[in-house]
């Protein structure tokens, strides 16, 4: 199998993560989507990362969708469970940290505009969607009904990502503050070798 994406990007760095914990076998290729040549849309006509090519030759891409395929092939553990609803529970989770990814994305882009373009207000925007995202989180953690568990899930896995994607662009330096269920989620999920081995490069 072949993941295109990039090192940086908190989705691809759930797949991977997904994809090592599974021990599932696959070459990863390093492709940046916002360059003009960039081979990317070859793969995903939205021009977006990750994306993911089978053994059939076959081309998955968007993160949710990839972390779908990936529950129906046979390779264990499972990250999301066998009832209907529960799985639904923690799909919801993952679009909440994905959510927090995208908003924390908009920000990097933005700040990379020249700063009479950029709008304050949008940015501030997303640090609101941040932080009630964050909040959110922290209920579920601390409640540990669908999140923070003892099995390790889909939710877990993206909600760690999302938080390692704000402490590498310093965008919620004061995340931990008053979030200690949180807290002790992702310290336990960075101790995983394939967090270890999914660090983004030094910026």
Not at 59 to 79: G, N
Not at 125 to 139: M, N, S, W
Not at 156 to 179: E, K, M, Q, S, T
């Amino acid at each position: 199998m072949k993941l295109i994406g990039n090192y940086t990007s908190p989705y691809v760095r759930k797949i991977s993560v997904l994809m090592l914990e599974k021990g599932l076998p696959f070459e990863f290729v390093n492709e940046s989507p916002w360059i003009e040549e960039s081979p990317v849309p070859q793969y995903n006509p939205l021009g977006k990362v990750p994306a993911l090519v089978d053994d059939n030759d076959e081309c998955w891409y968007d993160s949710s969708i990839i972390a779908a395929w990936l529950e129906t092939q046979p390779q264990t553990p499972k990250f999301l469970p066998e009832a209907p609803f529960a799985a639904v529970k923690i799909r919801q989770l993952e679009t909440l940290a994905d959510g927090i990814c995208d908003a924390a994305l908009i920000i990097v882009r933005e700040q990379l505009r020249p700063i009479e373009q950029q709008s304050p207000e949008n940015m501030l925007r997303q640090r609101q969607k941040i932080q009630r995202g964050l909040d959110a989180l922290e209920r579920e953690a601390a409640s540990q009904k669908w999140l923070n568990t003892e099995q390790l899930n889909l939710a877990d896995i993206a909600a760690a990502c999302a938080i390692g994607y704000l402490n590498f662009r310093h965008l919620a330096p004061n995340w931990c503050v008053d979030r200690p269920a949180l807290v002790k989620l992702v310290e336990k999920m960075f101790q995983r070798e394939s967090f270890a081995r999914t660090v983004p490069p030094a910026a």
